[in-house]
Structure formats: structure tokens, C-alpha cells
């Protein structure tokens, strides 16, 4: 899948789609297989939808601001940057991504025992950020430029910023279900 080239029509559409796959594969696992890990590098499940939550909260506000009055930064002005970073940074987190990355402090998931309904929160998340994209204008949200909201010299446009969550989203669910591949994966 190319997701740099996503409409924000296609996005929604991934996004509910995750949301169905999501509770089909992991809404029948307990509090304690959600939060199983294998060793303490690695993240459970729960820890998983924790960041993707926590990730796409900031996203959508930085979202909402630079579609609001916020004033633009040094790097949202500079001509043609956005355009530049914003693909390279979806493909970065991307599923087929090579590369491994560490999650930034701020969504980084806080704890290894997590309430049971974080997979709710993540649902009820999948339908709240479709239900704000289909309020947008494809043209305006290319056009508006956001700062990351995790590195501030990152600068990106409002639809490649709707793009790298759908990216970053499937890039986690992989890892959660390889979790629950892996040897010593509590069962029922």
C-alpha cells in the first residue's frame, strides 16, 4: 500500500477497517494476555494500543491547530520542506519499514499493566479521528502545514499528518499480533 498517496476518503476507510480487525483479533484476549510481554524490551499488546493512542492524540491536536489561528513555526513557513518530510516520514512508519525506532517520551506507553479497555479506547479513537477527517477538505488539509508533534522542526501537511497515523496504526498492529505469535503467549 502506498500510503503517501492515500485520499483522506481511502484513510477513513483504513481506519474503520482497522477498528473491525482490531476487535476481531484481539477483543476476545484478557487483561492478563494484553499485558504480557515475552522480557521487558519488548511491548504487550496492551502497551501497543497505549502508544497508538496516546500518538494519535497529539496528532489530531496538532492537526486541529494548524488548521486553526495557531501561529506557524520556522519550519512550517519554509517553502517546500513539508512536502519533503511528510512522505519520507510516513514511510518511515510504515509497516514495511525496515527500520526500528524509539517511540518519543511523550507517547511512549507508561505502564506494562494496562487496563483491560484500552482496545474500547482505541475503537472509540478509530471513529472519532474518521469522523473529524470527514469534516475536512482535501485541499486545504494537503495545503495546512503541522508541526510534529513530537519533534518541532518536523513540519508536515495536515493530510500527510491523517496518512502517517493510518501508517503508524498498521506498523503497531503488526506488532501486537506478532506478539500474540509469539512462544509462551498465554492462552485461554
Known amino acids: 500500500m502506498n500510503y503517501t498517496a492515500l485520499s483522506l476518503a481511502e484513510i477513513r476507510s483504513g481506519l474503520e477497517d482497522i477498528a473491525r480487525d482490531v476487535h ?12 504480557w510481554r515475552p522480557d521487558e ?10 502508544h497508538l493512542v496516546t500518538s494519535n492524540e497529539l496528532a489530531l491536536q ?11 513555526s520556522l519550519w512550517q513557513r519554509i517553502p517546500g ?5 511528510g512522505p519520507a516520514l510516513i514511510n518511515s512508519q510504515a509497516p514495511t519499514a525496515r527500520g526500528k525506532y524509539k517511540a518519543p517520551s511523550r507517547a511512549r ?4 499493566d494496562i487496563s483491560g479497555d484500552i482496545l474500547d479506547r482505541f475503537i472509540v479513537q478509530q471513529r472519532v479521528l474518521a ?3 470527514g469534516t475536512l477538505d482535501e485541499r486545504s488539509a494537503a495545503r495546512a502545514v503541522m508541526s510534529s508533534p513530537f519533534v518541532r522542526f518536523v513540519a508536515y501537511s495536515v493530510l500527510d499528518g491523517c496518512r502517517l497515523i493510518l501508517a503508524h496504526e ?8 506478532r506478539m500474540t505469535e509469539t512462544a509462551g503467549f498465554p492462552n485461554l
Not at 496538532?62 to 506557524?72: C, F, I, M, Q, Y
Not at 498498521?170 to 499480533?177: D, E, L, S, V
Open 24 to 35: 476481531a483479533t484481539f477483543g476476545g484476549l484478557d487483561a492478563r494476555q494484553l499485558n
Open 41 to 50: 524490551s519488548r511491548w504487550s499488546v496492551a502497551q501497543c494500543f497505549q
Open 62 to 72: 496538532a492537526s486541529k491547530d494548524a488548521l486553526g489561528n495557531a501561529p506557524r
Open 81 to 85: 520542506l513539508p512536502r519533503l518530510v
Open 109 to 112: 506507553p507508561t505502564a506494562s
Open 131 to 133: 469522523d473529524w477527517m
Open 170 to 177: 498498521h506498523r503497531h498492529i503488526q506488532q501486537a499480533r
